[in-house]
Nanobody, 128 residues
Framework: QVQLVESGGGSVQAGGSLRLSCLVS????????MAWFRQAPGKEREGIAI????????KYAESVKGRFTISQDDAETTIYLQMNNLKPEDTAMYYC?????????????????????WGQGTQVTVSS
């Protein structure tokens, strides 16, 4: 089993930066993909970045492309989300998620259906 713990959220002014971390424990080798999602009050959950653990390939939602970067450390125990040029519309609860079922990202991964393990989330608030 895999466990995920997010950290790094906080409050920042528009144009600022934050780096979120997702610490992974348990059966690290069971993961194929990991991703970051966010959900703002009254809005649907949105997949914003995904990484293939072994290939280190990445995809991004259009809403964050060029501003956010997903990465992992060499030990593959932590997934990061570097967020630059933050905007008020980036305000949301941010979650990391893991796929331990060996799925495919050729489908609509951004809906979250690919992922079976979720963290508790970390709040990001961007003020104008």
């Amino acid at each position: 089993q895999v466990q995920l713990v997010e950290s790094g959220g906080g409050s920042v002014q528009a144009g600022g930066s934050l780096r979120l971390s997702c610490l992974v424990s348990g059966d690290l080798r069971s993961r194929k993909f990991m991703a970051w999602f966010r959900q703002a009050p009254g809005k649907e959950r949105e997949g914003i970045a995904i990484i293939h653990i072994t290939l280190n390939a990445k995809k991004y939602a259009e809403s964050v492309k060029g501003r956010f970067t997903i990465s992992q450390d060499d030990a593959e125990t932590t997934i990061y989300l570097q967020m630059n040029n933050l905007k008020p519309e980036d305000t949301a609860m941010y979650y990391c998620a893991a796929d331990t079922n060996g799925g495919s990202w050729s489908g609509n991964w951004w809906t979250g259906n690919l992922f079976d393990i979720w963290g508790q989330g970390t709040q990001v608030t961007v003020s104008s």
